[in-house]
């Protein structure tokens, strides 16, 4: 699937940080297949501002990234529930469009 930088960041914002040993184990492979390598730190230049995270938003980069049943179950579900509880903001917009909606 392809993924944003701001969709890759939205991502690992909403992955549990508990849950069973299998789960947190796909969750940490897929915590890896989302993270940043090297260059493109160097290409986006991050900045963390207090809780924002910024970027040279010219160097826009899309990855493609391996998302299994799983994890996608899992991301589903998560942005279900935000959506029910009227959670949802802007920046979750395209991944319910990708992952729900779809």
């Known amino acids: ?15 549990p940080a508990e849950g069973n040993f299998a789960t947190l184990k796909l969750v940490r492979q897929l915590r890896e297949e989302l993270s940043f390598d090297e260059e ?7 900045v963390q501002d207090g809780e924002q995270v910024h ?7 899309v990855k493609s990234c391996v998302i299994g049943e799983k994890m996608t179950d899992l991301i589903v579900e998560k942005l279900k529930e935000l959506d029910k509880k009227d959670k949802l903001k802007n920046d979750h917009f395209s991944l319910y469009e990708k992952f729900v909606e779809n």
Do not use: C, G, P, Y
């Open 55 to 61: 970027w040279n938003l010219e160097a826009e980069v």
């Open 1 to 15: 699937m392809e993924l944003t930088v701001l969709e890759r960041l939205v991502l690992l914002n909403i992955l």
């Open 40 to 46: 493109e730190h160097k290409l986006l230049s991050f």
